[in-house]
């Protein structure tokens, strides 16, 4: 049964700094997404990682995925207060038929 | 463009009764997956819909059902509903043919059983 991991489970970071968050699972797969939610509110998507290697960027925000180490990171740059959100990682565990076990969420505050 | 929808976005029942929870995909979408979130945890998969037939399940039991329409709508019906049911329930779409693009998410509905 695929398991997914996020560290930390909570986040609290001051504006302007920098932080990672990881993303452990533990069987092969090649597509991770990461989504954000605000509190009670839907999924939005940020970032869809089909590869070894895959880095992408929006803003400050970037995510890479190393298939090998079964490893994805969010990268935080210089944040900001509207970046406070939950963030889930998400895994493609039956290779590409989209049914995806979402990770525990990492509730990410940032203070002024 | 619509993206996708669901209804009713609140919902109560008690312990017993059944409820159907409807979702339209985002426009281009044929795909439909349903997810249960619990308060403070990440969604779990319920189900997955694709040409109106049940593609793959996670694991939940019988008592959830779904239906797809010729339109890519769908229905998620719970019956004999328990307290540990409370949950927001969310709709993803996605396009099969398109593989690796990301499954987009509708408000949710959010279910109260008491």
């Known amino acids: 049964e695929l398991k997914v991991e996020q560290n930390p489970l909570f986040l609290s970071m001051q504006e302007g700094k920098n932080y990672t968050i990881y993303c452990n699972y533990s069987?092969?797969?090649?597509?991770l997404y990461w989504y954000r939610q605000d509190p009670g509110k839907s999924l939005e998507s940020l970032f869809v990682?089909?590869?070894?290697?895959a880095v992408k960027q929006e803003g400050r925000l970037m995510a890479s995925l190393d298939t090998k180490a079964r490893l994805s990171t969010l990268h935080i740059t210089a944040a900001v207060h509207d970046l406070s959100a939950t963030y889930f990682c998400?895994?493609?565990?039956?290779?590409?038929?989209?049914?995806?076990?979402f990770g525990t969420g990492t509730r990410l505050t940032i203070i002024p | 463009d619509a993206g996708v929808t669901q209804s009713p976005t609140h919902l109560i029942k008690t312990r017993g009764q059944q409820v159907t929870l409807r979702c339209s995909p985002k426009?281009?979408?044929?795909?439909v997956s349903w997810y249960q979130q619990a308060l403070g945890q990440g969604p779990q998969f319920i189900f997955q819909?694709?040409?109106?037939?049940?593609?793959q399940r996670g694991n939940f039991p019988d008592r959830f059902s779904g239906h797809q329409f010729p339109n890519y709508s769908s229905e998620l019906n719970v019956n004999a509903l328990l307290l540990g049911d409370s949950a927001l329930y969310l709709c993803?779409?996605?396009?099969?043919?398109?593989?690796?693009?990301?499954?987009?998410f509708g408000p949710g509905t959010r279910l109260l059983v008491l």
């Open positions: 819909y694709y040409e109106e037939e049940e593609r």
């Open positions: 426009s281009g979408h044929d795909t």
């Open positions: 998400a895994v493609d565990s039956n290779f590409g038929n989209e049914k995806l076990t």
């Open positions: 990682l089909l590869s070894n290697g």
């Open positions: 069987t092969t797969s090649d597509r």
């Open positions: 993803a779409s996605s396009a099969a043919m398109r593989g690796g693009e990301t499954q987009y």
